[in-house]
């Protein structure tokens, strides 16, 4: 298998394998917050959620994402188990129109938390990765 390829376009990195189409990385810090050994919130999870509290929509926010509505879905489905009420509420689509989507009390909460917990982890690492994106090679 051929090694992926990666190319800086700040501030994203795109990485290509000939497998896959090209994936979106941001550059510097990404923050995962464990919850358990096999729960974690992290940067993908908190876009998806704040993208349905924008668009009120699962396939909304998994286009946004480009992921089908199915890895969406399922990202909604991690997200409700991993906390004791739901942060994410759906209703089902009916005659003359779709379901939809929404945050609940706690998603909002969660989500403003994770955000909260982004900025302050930038913040007190800014100065190093200022460096070592200085000393990088890009």
Do not use: C
Not at 55 to 64: D, F, L, Q, R
Not at 128 to 136: I, S, V
Request: aromatic share 8%; proline share 5%.
């Amino acid at each position: 298998m051929q090694a992926p390829r990666i190319v800086y376009r700040w501030p994203y990195v795109y990485s290509f394998s000939m497998a896959s189409k090209p994936k979106k990385h941001r550059l510097g810090p990404q923050l995962r917050v464990y919850l358990s050994p096999n729960d974690h919130l992290g940067p993908g999870k908190a876009d998806i959620m704040e993208l349905i509290a924008k668009t009120g929509s699962i396939v909304a926010a998994g286009k946004a994402m480009d992921m089908s509505y199915r890895r969406a879905w399922l990202l909604v489905d991690t997200l409700n188990n991993m906390f004791k009420t739901p942060l994410v509420t759906k209703t089902k689509g009916g005659k003359g129109g779709g379901g939809g989507a929404e945050l609940t009390a706690l998603g909002k909460d969660v989500l403003k938390r994770y955000r909260n917990m982004e900025k302050k982890t930038a913040k007190a690492i800014a100065g190093d990765l200022k460096a070592l994106l200085k000393a990088g090679r890009t």
